[in-house]
């Protein structure tokens, strides 16, 4: 069976330095990855999404950066956080239709909590 | 920036009564998706409905979706303190690839 995990749940990291959360999923292959981060309260926002090894779509311009050195690893990455970077991060994963490329349901991590003080 | 705006933004009702949820997106989509999430935990997929589909049932849930209004809502009958959570609607904005959450809306079942 599909699985996904995402690491750690909880962090908290000073302002000024790096960070480096990872998500891997088990069980499917070339799956659309996902980073979205979540405010308190508020809704989702997508961050960068994948289709595929090393191709990257950046959605919010800011300093985090994400890389997929592997086919079912997603990396969200900063070289200096800031207060701004605080809040619950959320990997997910979904197949698309064959022939299609369109989405079918998505598969969510349990979160990482960033707290950058 | 948010392609879903759910509404409204928080709902409280009495177990046992029926809770609409709505949702407004702005492009033209292959499908809309809803999900539901527990405080704190990541989200779950509840129901998928195509743009040629115009309602979908699942259990307790049934979904509709107007493609000229640019509009969905997700109906939970007979709710249950359980169904106390964050509900989220989702759409593939301007790409297949993409998947792009509403703001959300809150819903309190009270026992």
């Known amino acids: 069976s599909q699985t996904i995990h995402q690491w750690p749940a909880t962090l908290v990291q000073p302002v000024g330095s790096p960070l480096s959360l990872e998500c891997t999923v088990e069980?499917?292959?070339?799956?659309?990855l996902y980073w979205y981060r979540q405010a308190a309260g508020r809704g989702l926002q997508l961050l960068f999404y994948s289709v595929g090894i090393g191709q990257i779509s950046s959605e919010v311009p800011q300093n985090l950066s994400a890389s997929r050195p592997q086919d079912r690893q997603f990396i969200l990455s900063s070289k200096k956080l800031l207060l701004s970077d605080s809040g619950f991060y959320l990997c997910?994963?979904?197949?698309?239709?064959?022939?299609?490329?369109?989405?079918?349901?998505?598969?969510f991590g349990q979160g990482t909590r960033l707290t950058v003080v | 920036s948010q392609q879903g705006e759910e509404d409204p933004q928080a709902l409280s009702i009495q177990e046992g009564e029926n809770a609409t949820m709505n949702c407004s997106y702005k492009?033209?989509?292959?499908?809309l998706q809803w999900y539901r999430q527990n405080s704190g935990r990541g989200l779950v997929h509840l129901i998928l409905?195509?743009?040629?589909?115009r309602e979908k049932h699942s259990g307790r849930l049934r979904v509709t979706l107007d493609t000229s209004k640019k509009s969905s809502s997700l109906l939970i009958t007979a709710s249950r303190a359980a169904d106390t959570a964050s509900y989220f609607c989702a759409t593939d904005g301007d790409s297949s690839y993409k998947l792009i959450f509403g703001s959300g809306t809150r819903l309190l079942v009270r026992p």
């Open positions: 492009t033209s989509i292959n499908n």
């Open positions: 409905i195509r743009s040629n589909e």
């Open positions: 069980g499917t292959s070339n799956p659309n």
């Open positions: 997910a994963w979904s197949v698309p239709l064959p022939g299609t490329g369109m989405n079918t349901e998505a598969f």
